[in-house]
Structures are given as structure tokens and as C-alpha cells.
């Protein structure tokens, strides 16, 4: 029988090549996590809340910022408060603004209502913490409601719907088991879904515009951001810092002095915490001697199980490890630089979900979204906080990766 030849190799097919391309500005690699052991939970101590908002407070005269009320809420009172970050956004208030109370013979619930009313904000008891939020975030019904999307719809607006349920919380609509539902009607962009996912649809719009370079519609507090959270607090998570607690001290105390020493707002999730088995009074210990911010956070968090997340100029939230890894962010990044040096999209998006955190995009079984707009050539990405950080770190050279 005759020798059958060899069949000759096949080649695998290249790679798209990315040129090298300086970028706007440099941005610093994400550094993968060092393994940490975790101690075990801690046992938290109960607190009646309903019975400490029925306490008379016999005088409080007040002038400090809505975080140190919140301290001293807390302090005093022996009941732990968080805040709605978002809640807060929406309405327009930040930490830093004052509040002014001089009042006699008044319960807890008459304090908070006199610093919080006014700002529109609320308190109500969740998950063992009072949680400061709006009405409309605390019912969060679900409600219809129509977009104006000619701007953005072009001849077809359909483009937009799938924009938004492919961005925004992508598993919260009925396409994906959730309870969300759009579609388009006469024109107009109609949204039935919560309203917390309402005010997010319209951050996501506004956002498209600003990509886009078009005139928002929306009424909002605060212009959209036009870079991404981390970017935004790089500046206080990159400033050196000296703190010595190598003796262990409550995660309060810790916090305190790393807001005073870094000029910077360090409001803990207490729901999240105390999912982790931690509170303010958890044992956590640091020392650092003129080392960056995240550094400091770093060292005190992750023996704890707990994490942060960059969540505007100023303010960097306290979490959970869990809840950092799970809670997506929508952040839009310019590909305008590798699009004029005649990258294709889908060579540059191919290229980011193949070596950026490869199982965490839908397209292997995970949560992130990637998608290309092509009027404003921008990538708009969906995913954990920390993943974000490496598509920013990627983006900056994919070349050298």
C-alpha cells in the first residue's frame, strides 16, 4: 500500500495586529490582587433602631458636614449610617454639604428629618444600618416612562433600545429574566422598569450624548461624567500618605484618620459590611510611610474581606470584596486614536475580551458588555470596577500587551 503523505501544517490565523499609539494621557497598570487571608467574620452587636429613633436628644447644636453628622449620629446614638451614593447624586447633595441643626428636646427621627429633609433625602432602616436615600429610591416602583431619542435614533431606533439593555444592568430586562422592558413607540424610547434602573437609562443617555457631542436633554443635577470613576479619584488614590495603626484599632478610627490625612470622604456600606461579617468596630491594622492612598486601603481592607471603589473626585466608598466583584459600572473610553491608525472595531474589541479578564464578558458566560459606537468611536463598557480598571490600563498600549 502506497505511503499516504504528510498533510501539510495549517497555519493558525495572526492575530489582528494593534499599532503602538501614544495615548492622550498614561494611565498605571491594574496590579492583580496578592492572595490575603481573610479572618473570620466578626460577631456584630445588635441595635434597635426603632427604639433609638423614638430617644430624646435633650439639646444638639450642629455644624459640620452631612458625613460628620452622620458620625456623630452614629457616635452618639450607637446607630450605624450609610448612604446611598447614588441617591444622593441624583439629588444633587454630596458629603461635603453642611448642615445646621440647634434644637432642644427632639427625638432621632426629628434630628435626621431637620438635616435631611430639606436636601429631600430620607432615613430608613435596611439591612441593620440607617440608610440615607430619596423616597423614589426607597419605593423604587417600577413606572413607565418616554425618552426623547431623536437625537441619538437616527433612521433607526432600535440601535438605541438595544444599546440600553445590552449597557444598563444588562440582566435586569425581560430579555435576560429580569423585569425590565423597551421598546420603541411613536419615535420616543419607552422604558417600564424601576426607578432606580429609570435614573440609570438616563445616565446612560446623557453619557451617549456627551460621547457624541451632542446637547444633553435630561435635567440633572450634575453634568455626566466624562471619565471614568477611577480616573476621576485617581488623583486622592495616588496621594501619599503616613499612617501608623500597627497596633489593631477599630476600621472606624482607621477610616477617620486616612479621611483626614488624604482630604478625602471614606463612607463604608454598612449593609454591605455587615453582609461580611464586619462594622465599624472590626479590628483592622495599617501602616504606611508615605505610600499612595489605595495602598493604605489596601492593607487595612483586605484582611477584613473588604475592599474599595472609587466613586467620584473625592469620595471612595468602603465595601465588600463580593460586592466590588459584582457590581457592574457603565464606562465609556475613546478608540478614536486606534480607529484613525486603521484598527477595525472587531479586531480591537476581539483583542480587549481575549486578554482583558477573559471569562468575565457575556461572550464566555460572564456579566461584562463591550460594545463599539460608531458615531461618537467610543467604547462603551459594562463590568466590575476592577475589571474597568484593567480595559483603562489596556487601552493605554494593547500593542504591549
Not at 57 to 73: C, E, Y
Not at 157 to 180: D, F, H, I, M, Y
Not at 319 to 334: A, I, K, N
Not at 366 to 375: C, R
Request: aromatic share 4%; glycine share 6%; charged share 20%.
Amino acid at each position: 500500500m502506497p505511503a499516504v503523505p504528510a498533510a501539510a501544517p495549517v497555519a493558525e490565523p495572526e492575530k489582528p495586529v494593534l499599532p503602538k499609539i501614544d495615548p492622550p494621557s498614561a494611565l498605571d497598570t491594574l496590579q492583580p490582587r496578592s492572595a490575603v487571608h481573610v479572618r473570620p467574620a466578626d460577631t456584630i452587636p445588635p441595635v434597635n433602631i426603632q427604639e433609638s429613633l423614638l430617644h430624646k436628644v435633650p439639646g444638639i447644636k450642629f455644624n459640620k458636614s452631612l458625613a460628620r453628622f452622620a458620625n456623630m449620629i452614629g457616635l452618639t446614638n450607637a446607630v450605624p449610617v450609610t448612604f446611598d451614593l447614588d441617591a444622593l447624586a441624583e439629588a444633587g447633595v454630596t458629603l461635603r454639604d453642611p448642615v445646621t441643626i440647634d434644637a432642644k428636646n427632639v427625638t432621632l427621627t426629628e434630628v435626621l428629618a431637620c438635616a435631611l429633609g430639606p436636601r429631600g433625602l430620607i432615613a430608613v432602616e435596611h439591612g441593620g444600618q440607617l440608610l440615607v436615600t430619596t423616597d423614589v429610591r426607597h419605593k423604587n416602583l417600577a413606572t413607565a416612562r418616554d425618552y426623547d431619542i431623536s437625537d441619538l435614533a437616527g433612521s433607526d431606533p432600535a440601535t438605541v433600545v438595544k444599546l440600553v439593555t445590552t449597557l444598563v444592568e444588562p440582566t435586569s430586562w425581560a430579555a435576560q429574566g429580569g423585569e425590565g422592558v423597551a421598546n420603541v413607540t411613536g419615535g420616543k424610547l419607552n422604558i417600564r422598569h424601576t426607578a432606580e434602573m429609570q435614573a440609570a437609562v438616563t445616565g446612560f443617555l446623557d453619557r451617549l450624548r456627551v460621547a457624541r457631542h451632542l446637547s444633553i436633554k435630561n435635567t440633572v443635577a450634575k453634568p455626566p461624567r466624562n471619565v471614568s470613576r477611577s480616573t476621576a479619584a485617581r488623583q486622592k488614590l495616588d496621594g501619599a500618605v503616613t499612617i501608623n495603626f500597627s497596633n489593631s484599632a477599630p476600621l472606624g478610627q482607621v477610616l477617620s484618620k486616612l479621611e483626614e490625612v488624604a482630604e478625602v470622604q471614606l463612607p463604608a456600606d454598612g449593609v454591605a459590611l455587615a453582609a461580611a461579617g464586619r462594622f465599624a468596630g472590626s479590628q483592622a491594622t495599617v501602616a504606611v510611610s508615605d505610600r499612595p492612598l489605595r495602598d493604605a486601603l489596601d492593607q487595612a481592607l483586605n484582611p477584613l474581606g473588604l475592599a474599595w471603589r472609587a466613586f467620584d473626585e473625592t469620595t471612595v466608598q468602603i465595601t465588600s470584596q463580593q460586592v466590588v466583584d459584582q457590581h457592574g459600572e457603565l464606562e465609556v473610553y475613546s478608540a478614536a486614536p486606534y480607529i484613525k491608525a486603521g484598527v477595525q472595531p472587531a479586531a480591537l474589541i476581539e483583542r480587549l475580551r481575549n486578554e482583558v479578564s477573559p471569562t468575565r464578558w457575556q461572550s464566555a458566560g460572564g456579566a461584562g458588555a463591550l460594545v463599539y459606537d460608531e458615531p461618537s468611536q467610543s467604547l462603551f463598557v459594562w463590568q466590575s470596577q476592577p475589571v474597568q480598571r484593567q480595559v483603562e490600563a489596556w487601552l493605554v498600549n494593547p500593542a504591549t500587551k
